[in-house]
């Protein structure tokens, strides 16, 4: 990652008005097997999220792969029915909404695709793909539609020439462009942008994250920003959620949760963030943490986290810590958190 480890985010103006609300939000997809094809257990890949989204900022999930963030970025645009919980939408439950009344809605709430190739059909032109938005939702638009997207690719940097080109003909970074484009084509008020930049070479993710921030603060917009590289997390982010295994273990503004992680997993992943600075490199100890995350088949009881946790004691086993404000808009799931207002110094060690 190349960008710059400023304070990016002072352009924003997030308004503290509530835009989303998520509660006990849930998503478990049963396991069948047989010739009846009867239930034998779940993958329990979202279970009992709580968190809000305000208007114009960007609420990061992170975590490592399997952790439940790009099943919660689809609960949240109703690609998926929740099993259980609620979503709220501007003051509306939208949580187990039909189709027929989600279909208006769809133009508030737009997704950006972690593989800018496999989301673009590749027997569609840029024009049919960025314009599909205006056919499906029956939108007028003034100098009709061919004028509408060529604006719309100028504005992510492509040429209204590329119009009539195709997927293939573009490099990763353009077809990402291309994708947020036809995501803009409605103006949605809420983005759920999932790893929008991991799949492009390192150069070009600099290139697309910094268009993001432009777009956010042209248009007001409103980012859920799905993500396992910490480095882009830092540089966009207005607050940040870490998940573990289906369940979120810290919420924190950015600069808190970076200077002062509360959780031991949060700990972990910001030990493994390259850090330039050599002299500051060598003071910061490297967390390796033991083993691989649980299957979300059969999570470890209490806190999920305690299988792999230098920290763990007998209560980790048996009792689940609920995730309660330590700080002024700091929000950790954790019997033993670090960095408590007043507690001991940071401590780094290694799991085991």
């Not at 040429?159 to 490099?171: D, G, L, M, T």
């Not at 691989?292 to 230098?310: E, G, K, L, M």
């Amino acid at each position: 990652m190349t960008t710059t480890d400023t304070d990016s985010t002072a352009a924003k103006s997030p308004t503290g008005e509530e835009l989303l609300s998520v509660t006990g939000l849930v998503k478990h997809f049963p396991i069948r097997r047989g010739v009846l094809q009867r239930q034998t257990g779940a993958v329990q890949a979202v279970d009992g999220l709580d968190f809000t989204v305000t208007k114009g900022e960007t609420f990061s999930l992170v975590g490592e792969s399997g952790c439940g963030k790009t099943t919660t970025g689809r609960l949240l645009t109703r690609l998926l029915e929740p099993t259980a919980g609620k979503i709220v939408f501007e003051g509306r439950d939208i949580t187990h909404m039909s189709e027929g009344k989600i279909r208006p809605l769809r133009k508030d709430v737009q997704m950006i695709f972690q593989d800018p190739y496999g989301s673009l059909n590749p027997r569609h032109t840029v024009g049919k793909i960025v314009g599909a938005p205006y056919k499906l939702q029956h939108v007028k638009t003034e100098g009709g539609t061919k004028k509408a997207v060529q604006e719309l690719l100028e504005l992510v940097g492509l040429s209204p020439e590329h119009y009539n080109r195709y997927p293939h003909e573009f490099s990763g970074g353009q077809r990402q462009r291309i994708g947020i484009a036809r995501t803009l084509a409605l103006r949605p008020k809420l983005i759920v942008a999932d790893e929008p930049v991991s799949a492009l070479d390192v150069s070009i993710q600099a290139q697309v994250v910094n268009l993001l921030e432009d777009l956010q603060n042209e248009f007001d917009l409103t980012y859920v920003m799905i993500a396992h590289d910490l480095s882009v997390v830092r540089h966009v982010s207005d607050r940040v959620a870490v998940m573990y295994l289906g369940k979120i273990v810290e919420i924190a503004d950015r600069v808190d949760l970076y200077e002062t992680p509360m959780h031991p997993y949060t700990l972990a992943l910001l030990s493994a963030v390259p850090i330039p600075d050599t002299k500051r490199r060598a003071r910061q100890e490297r967390i390796r943490l033991q083993g691989d995350v649980p299957s979300p088949i059969n999570p470890p009881p209490a806190c999920r986290f305690h299988t792999r946790c230098w920290k763990a004691q007998d209560i980790c086993k048996t009792v689940e810590p609920p995730l309660l404000q330590l700080a002024p808009g700091h929000q950790t799931a954790c019997h033993f958190p670090e960095n408590q207002p007043g507690g001991d110094a940071p401590k780094t060690g290694t799991a085991g």
